[in-house]
């Protein structure tokens, strides 16, 4: 059965194909410029403790292991089972509520979902709704604590704008005080589904979540989320 590596066209991961069927990897292909260099880095220590035994090369390679593990660990991509059904929002990263609340977006009325990732949480970003790119604005700013109130206000973001069946999601990507690069894998116009990649931001960082007064929001603060697959929301359908 033949195996070869195919990338997506404007995404940062990759597909493993074998027999002619796609399957995911389970890691975002930068994980691998990160993490490889520290496992050699790692290995070429090894090598010289061999050659000059002491406790530093030891010491100094076990460091530079660890080290790649929890880059690799963090760049992880696992395969989430997106729920269906009409009206179902899902969360737009991994991570823990912090905050939620009413505030305006634009002149509209909308509630805020705000999701801290940790540096151990999983960091790729997807849509919570099936819908299309209506417009991406990237602002500059500070680098805040991402689990404080502030981040959603004063860091530097990435947010772009969902126009779906059931109405219009706004998401924004926060970098926090490690995170200080956002990817967007995507462009105004694309269409996306529901619960699918659309970008990552390295190294922790908070993810919010603006929807309308019309959703029934499922979580609460404390809660821990899920990219994909946990249920934050649900439209409430339109009374005739």
């Known amino acids: 059965m033949s195996t070869q590596l195919r990338r997506v066209a404007g995404s940062g991961w990759t597909m493993l194909v074998r027999g002619g069927a796609a399957h995911p990897t389970i890691m975002v292909k930068d994980g691998y410029w990160y993490g490889l260099p520290l496992i050699l880095i790692a290995g070429g220590l090894l090598g010289f403790g061999l050659f000059w035994p002491g406790r530093f090369f030891f010491l100094a390679a076990a460091f530079f292991l660890i080290l790649a593990l929890f880059v690799l660990n963090f760049f992880r991509d696992p395969e989430r089972s997106v729920p269906s059904g009409p009206g179902v929002?899902?969360?737009?990263?991994?991570?823990?509520v912090v905050e939620i609340r009413a505030e305006e977006e634009a002149g509209r009325p909308r509630q805020r979902i705000s999701i801290f990732m940790s540096p151990l949480n999983v960091h790729v970003n997807r849509s919570p709704v099936a819908g299309s790119i209506q417009g991406v604005v990237y602002r500059k700013g500070s680098f805040h604590m991402a689990s404080e109130p502030r981040a959603s206000v004063e860091n530097e973001c990435n947010t772009f704008t969902l126009k779906?069946?059931?109405?219009?999601?706004?998401v924004r990507q926060i970098a926090g005080v490690l995170a200080r690069r956002i990817v967007f894998w995507k462009n105004v116009g694309d269409r996306v589904e529901r619960g699918e990649r659309v970008g990552m931001i390295k190294?922790?960082?908070?993810?919010?979540?603006?929807?309308?007064?019309?959703?029934?929001?499922?979580?609460?603060v404390?809660?821990?989320?899920?990219?994909?697959?946990?249920?934050?929301?649900?439209?409430?359908?339109?009374?005739?």
Do not use: M, Q, Y
């Open 222 to 240: 404390g809660e821990h989320v899920k990219a994909g697959s946990t249920i934050i929301g649900t439209r409430r359908a339109s009374s005739s």
């Open 203 to 220: 190294f922790g960082s908070r993810v919010d979540v603006l929807v309308s007064p019309e959703v029934t929001l499922s979580v609460k």
């Open 89 to 96: 929002l899902v969360s737009p990263a991994d991570g823990r």
């Open 164 to 170: 779906s069946e059931d109405g219009e999601v706004v």
